[in-house]
């Protein structure tokens, strides 16, 4: 779609009515058609009526539009249109650091990270590193990959969460050649997905099912399936996203008995003996995960030097702020005694408390739910839940942590230095 753009800014902007409240990207072009300014946005109307006060739109004689189904696409078409035509007001608005790739190590088994210049083996430019990072971490889900910076002997977080295969990462561990090839597969589609070649992908993965099934290797085209229904996923327009965000929510809602969820709030705590204790509070609220209401804690109190002791105070603080909506649902990384804790701290019978323990690998294993009684727990295996509610109580319990952790490591490197 082309629209022709008068000169006077405001009955330009009457034209803006006729784009669709759609995922794309837009062209502000001259009068020679030459992209003066390139952008995305989930809802293009929405997002364009933002740039009436630009100084672009002087020059600015036609607008371009072209829908995606979804939020990855426009990403990915944004970035190919940015580095094939380099306007000239992206330049201006975006100084060449503050772009964001997606770089790729070298060696059998590149690890795969997002920074403010290419290196080596890398994609982009993109422009919004929040919408890259939150597609990488969903292709991640289908696509397993490794980030860890250095070797090490256990089994990092991101492989018991199904995102890294794990043997991409150990110490002292020379991977099989079957594994090799199978993670060199993995990086192969991730850079198809990020270039575009999305189609293409799906072709070869179809392709591949087919071969697998006359093979009777039955395993390999189940794992192809899911690769294939993750790229549906992934592609899928937004709304179906929401569905599957929405979805989750139901299956919580139900299964802890309630009519409506508006806000969960989980607490994690994060220390090393006894040091630089700190805790994290996140929230989920209106049908998402709200950054803006996330809170980190300082342990003041110094005889709290357990986690227990961590929790009851972090609790505390929590209710002194009023200000703060009371949540429906309230979560503790922990067992029995997080949850015993958890109960004598809130005393409001209406909120919903629950603990999720986690295994000797550090991997959420069981949740533990109080019961109205206040006096029981229900302990529930995370195996016996549906996958949707499975997947977002470990979603939950890993956005807690790494926020508790960063702010641990950076206060105990600030002590340090």
Same mark, same amino acid.
């Given at each position: 779609?082309?629209?022709?753009?008068?000169?006077?800014?405001?009955?330009?902007?009457?034209?803006?009515?006729?784009?669709?409240?759609?995922?794309?990207?837009?062209?502000?072009?001259?009068?020679?058609?030459?992209?003066?300014?390139?952008?995305?946005?989930?809802?293009?109307?929405?997002?364009?009526?933002?740039?009436?006060?630009?100084?672009?739109?002087?020059?600015?004689?036609?607008?371009?539009?072209?829908?995606?189904?979804?939020?990855?696409?426009?990403?990915?078409?944004?970035?190919?249109?940015?580095?094939?035509?380099?306007?000239?007001?992206?330049?201006?608005?975006?100084?060449?650091?503050?772009?964001?790739?997606?770089?790729?190590?070298?060696?059998?088994?590149?690890?795969?990270?997002?920074?403010?210049?290419?290196?080596?083996?890398?994609?982009?430019?993109?422009?919004?590193?929040?919408?890259?990072?939150?597609?990488?971490?969903?292709?991640?889900?289908?696509?397993?990959?490794?980030?860890?910076?250095?070797?090490?002997?256990?089994?990092?977080?991101?492989?018991?969460?199904?995102?890294?295969?794990?043997?991409?990462?150990?110490?002292?561990?020379?991977?099989?050649?079957?594994?090799?090839?199978?993670?060199?597969?993995?990086? /192969?589609?991730?850079?198809?997905?990020?270039?575009?070649?999305?189609? %293409?992908? $799906?072709? =070869? &993965?179809?392709?591949?099912? +087919?071969?697998?099934?006359?093979?009777?290797?039955?395993?390999?085209?189940?794992?192809?399936?899911?690769?294939?229904?993750?790229?549906?996923?992934?592609?899928?327009?937004?709304?179906?996203?929401?569905?599957?965000?929405?979805?989750?929510?139901?299956?919580?809602?139900?299964?802890?008995?309630?009519?409506?969820?508006?806000?969960?709030?989980?607490?994690?705590?994060?220390?090393?003996?006894?040091?630089?204790?700190?805790?994290?509070?996140?929230?989920?609220?209106?049908?998402?995960?709200?950054?803006?209401?996330?809170?980190?804690?300082?342990?003041?109190?110094?005889?709290?030097?357990?986690?227990?002791?961590?929790?009851?105070?972090?609790?505390?603080?929590?209710?002194?702020?009023?200000?703060?909506?009371?949540?429906?649902?309230?979560?503790?990384?922990?067992? /029995?005694?997080?949850?015993?804790?958890?109960?004598?701290?809130?005393? %409001?019978? $209406?909120? =919903? &408390?629950?603990?999720?323990? +986690?295994?000797?690998?550090?991997?959420?294993?069981?949740?533990?739910?109080?019961?109205?009684?206040?006096?029981?727990?229900?302990?529930?295996?995370?195996?016996?839940?549906?996958?949707?509610?499975?997947?977002?109580?470990?979603?939950?319990?890993?956005?807690?942590?790494?926020?508790?952790?960063?702010?641990?490591?950076?206060?105990?490197?600030?002590?340090?230095?």
């Amino acid at each position: 779609m082309i629209l022709a753009f008068p000169e006077k800014p405001g009955a330009a902007f009457d034209a803006v009515k006729k784009i669709p409240e759609t995922t794309g990207v837009y062209l502000f072009l001259d009068k020679n058609k030459k992209p003066l300014y390139i952008g995305k946005a989930v809802n293009l109307k929405k997002r364009i009526q933002g740039h009436n006060k630009e100084s672009f739109l002087k020059k600015t004689r036609f607008l371009k539009i072209e829908k995606t189904s979804s939020e990855i696409e426009a990403l990915i078409k944004e970035s190919e249109l940015i580095k094939k035509f380099q306007p000239k007001y992206n330049v201006v608005f975006k100084d060449g650091k503050n772009y964001f790739y997606l770089n790729f190590s070298r060696g059998s088994m590149p690890k795969i990270f997002i920074t403010h210049r290419a290196k080596g083996r890398s994609i982009g430019p993109f422009v919004d590193g929040r919408s890259l990072k939150k597609s990488l971490n969903l292709v991640r889900r289908f696509f397993p990959f490794c980030s860890c910076q250095t070797p090490h002997l256990r089994r990092c977080l991101n492989s018991q969460m199904n995102r890294c295969f794990g043997f991409c990462c150990l110490k002292n561990y020379e991977p099989k050649s079957f594994e090799l090839k199978k993670y060199q597969e993995n990086v /192969k589609k991730i850079k198809q997905i990020f270039t575009g070649k999305n189609l %293409d992908l $799906r072709k =070869k &993965i179809t392709k591949k099912i +087919k071969q697998a099934a006359k093979k009777l290797d039955f395993d390999t085209a189940q794992n192809l399936k899911l690769q294939l229904l993750g790229l549906e996923n992934i592609f899928s327009h937004k709304e179906l996203v929401l569905e599957k965000q929405n979805f989750e929510i139901e299956e919580l809602t139900k299964f802890l008995g309630l009519k409506k969820l508006g806000r969960i709030e989980f607490f994690d705590s994060s220390q090393m003996q006894g040091s630089w204790r700190v805790a994290a509070m996140t929230v989920w609220q209106n049908n998402d995960f709200d950054k803006s209401a996330w809170r980190l804690f300082k342990i003041k109190n110094e005889k709290a030097r357990d986690d227990l002791a961590m929790l009851e105070e972090v609790l505390k603080r929590r209710l002194k702020h009023r200000d703060w909506p009371m949540p429906q649902v309230l979560i503790v990384d922990g067992g /029995k005694n997080q949850l015993k804790t958890a109960r004598n701290t809130i005393q %409001d019978s $209406r909120i =919903k &408390i629950l603990a999720l323990q +986690k295994n000797k690998k550090h991997a959420p294993e069981e949740l533990l739910i109080l019961q109205s009684n206040r006096k029981t727990a229900k302990v529930i295996n995370l195996t016996s839940l549906s996958k949707p509610l499975k997947n977002f109580l470990e979603d939950f319990s890993e956005k807690t942590h790494s926020f508790a952790v960063r702010f641990h490591r950076k206060r105990r490197d600030r002590i340090l230095l």
